[in-house]
């Protein structure tokens, strides 16, 4: 089984999440960690159990992140680090410099490609609770933290 590591770097710790590549497979491990050597330990320590190669990152604390994505990569995994390496397709309608931040926008593209066609409300209750809108088109349309 082939698995693939993702991170999510809140404002209070990260959350790092094991899946399978396969349609089925389960959730390996849900870990998390307030630093970047305790999030690196877990890694270390389940890549020994599960070989993995690539990870994914998205986060709303930009210094914790770049350190990991940095130990990650030096690693050998190959990181996509979403917002930074590569930006989410999903139109919004914010200004530059405005912008939702990267976790809203991975909840919202998730949810649009879901469920394509139909309008979607994203909750997400971590250290703060937002509550987005995704139109029909799957366009972000904002909404609260």
């Given amino acids: 089984m082939s698995m693939v590591l993702g991170i999510d770097v809140g404002n209070t710790r990260a959350k790092l999440h094991f899946l399978g590549l396969e349609k089925g497979d389960p959730l390996w491990r849900t870990h998390t960690a307030t630093t970047v050597r305790g999030a690196l330990d877990v890694v270390e320590h389940e890549i020994a159990i599960r070989p993995t ?23 050998g995994l190959r990181l996509i680090h979403w917002d930074v390496d590569r930006t989410f397709p999903i139109e919004h309608d914010y200004l530059p410099p405005a912008r939702p931040g990267a976790d809203r926008l991975l909840a919202a593209w998730t949810a649009a490609t879901e469920n394509r066609g139909r309008a979607v409300i994203v909750v997400d209750a971590g250290t703060a609770v937002t509550v987005d809108l995704v139109d029909e088109r799957g366009r972000f349309c904002g909404g609260a933290i």
Avoid at 54 to 67: N, T
């Fill in 53 to 75: 190669t690539r990870a994914h990152v998205v986060a709303v604390q930009p210094i914790f992140a770049a350190g990991l994505a940095a130990a990650l990569r030096a690693k």
